[in-house]
C-alpha cells in the first residue's frame, strides 16, 4: 500500500514534470517564431511552464510558490526553452506529437492544481477555478507578453477540457475515489475531449 | 446595535454582489464585441468581476483569496457573463444604467479594498493604492486579456474617481467616523465624481 | 561594525530609492510618450516602480508586500512620474545619464531581489529567478499596461546583465563573503555588463 502511494507520487511527479516541459516547449516555440533571442526564448518558455502553478500558489496562499522551491520546474524549463531554440525546425515538423503532448499537460495540470485546491480546503468551484488556472495560466502569460489575445480565449475546447478533468477531480473527492482512479479519469477526461476536439473541429458556440 | 452591525455588513455584500456583476458585465460585453465564444465570455467576466479583489488578498497576504472562500464571487461572475452572452444587444441600448452601475461598482470596490487594507493595518497611502487596484484591477486584466490599453489609463475621470473614495474611507478611519457614515460618504464621492465626469466630459491634462 | 552595518543598510536603502526612481522615471517617461494624461503617468510610473518588488513578495510570501509597509516606495514611484510629467522634454535630451541610471537601477534590484530570496530560505537557482523578476518585472508590466511586447524580450543584454548579478550574490552568500562586497560586486556586474552591452552593441544570438 505505502510503496503504491509512493509509485503514485512518483508517477505525479514525472507528469508534472512533463506538463512543465511541454509548456515551456510551447513558450520556447512562440518565442522562436517571434524571432527573441536565446534568453527572450527562455523567458518565455519558463513564463509558460511555471506562470500557471505560481499563480495558483499565491492565491491560495502556498508560499514560497512550489517552483521556488523544488529546483527540477526551473530546470525541466529551461531544458524546453533550449530544445525549442536548437530543435525549432524539428518540432515544427512534429505538430501532431506537440499537440498530444499540450494535451496531456492541460489535464496533468488541470488535476493537479484541483487536487492541490482541495487539499487547502477550497470549495469544489473555488477549486475547479483554481485547476482551470494551474492548466491555462501559463498559456495566458505567455501569450500576453508577446501581445497576442490568449489563445485558450480565441478558439477550440481548450479551458472547456480543462473543467472536465477539474470536475471529475472534485466529484472523485466527493465520492472518495481512490487518488489513482481520480487522477487517472482527469487526466484522460481532459485530454480525450481536447484530442477529439481538435479532430473534430468541435466549437463552442459564439454570440451573434 | 448590533442589529445596525448585522444589517451594514449585509449591506456591504450586496453592494459587493453588485459590484461583481456589473464588472462581470462589462467583461462579457468586451469578449462578445470581440467575438469570443461562450467560455471566453465566461472567462473575461470572471477576470473582470474578480482579479481586482484576488490581486488585493496576495499583496496584503489574506489568502485563500475571498473569491475562493465565498462562492458567492463566483456565481455572480458567471452569471454576469451567461447574461452578457444572452442579452448583448439589451445590454447595449442601455448604455447609461450601465454607466451607472459601473460608476456604482467602483466606489464599492474602492470603499470595500480600502477597509480590508486598514484592517490588515496598512497605513493611509499603501490603503488607497489597494483600494485604487481592487476598483480598476478587474477592468486592467480584462483589457489586457484582449490586448487593449486598459482603459483607465487611456480617459476620462476613472481610477481619480475612486482615489476620492479611497481618501474619504481613510480620513473617516482616522477620524473615527461610524464604518456606515464613512462607507456611505466614499461610495457617493466615487460614484457622484464618476457620473459627473463622465456628463460634464471633465479631463485631466496631458503633457505637451 | 554595528555602525558599517548601519551604513549599509542605508546605502541599501537609499541605493533602493534611486532604483525606485529611476525605473518611476522609465514608466513616466512612456506615458508621457503614448499621450496618457497625468493620473495615467502616475500610475505607470508606480506600476514600473513597484511591480518587481510586489511580485517577488507575493511570489515568496512577505506579505503584505514592501511597497505596502514602507511609504517611501510609493512617495519616489509618484515624484518619479510627477517629474516624467513635468520635464520630459529635459529627460529625453538626456538620454545617457538616465540609461546609465537605468543600469544603476537594474543591478540593485536584482542583488536586493535575490538577498531578499535567500534570506527566505530559497535553493540558489530559485533566487536567481527572483532576483532577474525583481529587476525586470516591472519593466515588463510596465510594457504590457500600453501593450507593448515587454523591452527585456526584444532587445540587447538586460535580463542577462541582471542574471550575473544574481549569480555574484548566491556565489557570494555560498561562500560567505561579507554582505557588502557582494552586493558591491553584484550591483558592479550588473552595471558593467549592461552599459557595455549598450556601448558595443553586444547581442544574443538568435534562432534562424
Known sequence: MN?????????VWWLDMIGT???????GMLAVRRQLDLFGVIVLA????????A????AIGDQPAAVLRDPSYL????????TAFLCHRLIERADKPVMLLDALGLGVFAVAGTSKALAFGLHPAAA?????????GGGVVRDILVTEIPRVLREEIY??????????????????????VTASAGVTATFALRVLSVRLGLRIPRAR
Chains 1, 2, 3 share one sequence.
Not at 516541459?21 to 513558450?27: I, R
Open 3 to 11: 510503496i503504491l502511494a509512493q509509485d503514485f507520487s512518483l508517477i
Open 21 to 27: 516541459f511541454v509548456f515551456g516547449l510551447s513558450g
Open 46 to 53: 519558463t513564463a509558460a511552464a511555471t506562470a500557471g502553478g
Open 55 to 58: 499563480i495558483r500558489d499565491m
Open 75 to 82: 530546470i525541466a524549463a529551461c531544458a524546453a526553452g533550449l
Open 128 to 136: 475547479s477555478l483554481i485547476g482551470v488556472m494551474t492548466a491555462v
Open 159 to 180: 479551458a472547456v477540457a480543462a473543467v472536465a478533468g477539474t470536475l471529475i477531480v472534485t466529484l472523485g473527492a466527493h465520492l472518495g475515489w481512490p487518488p489513482v
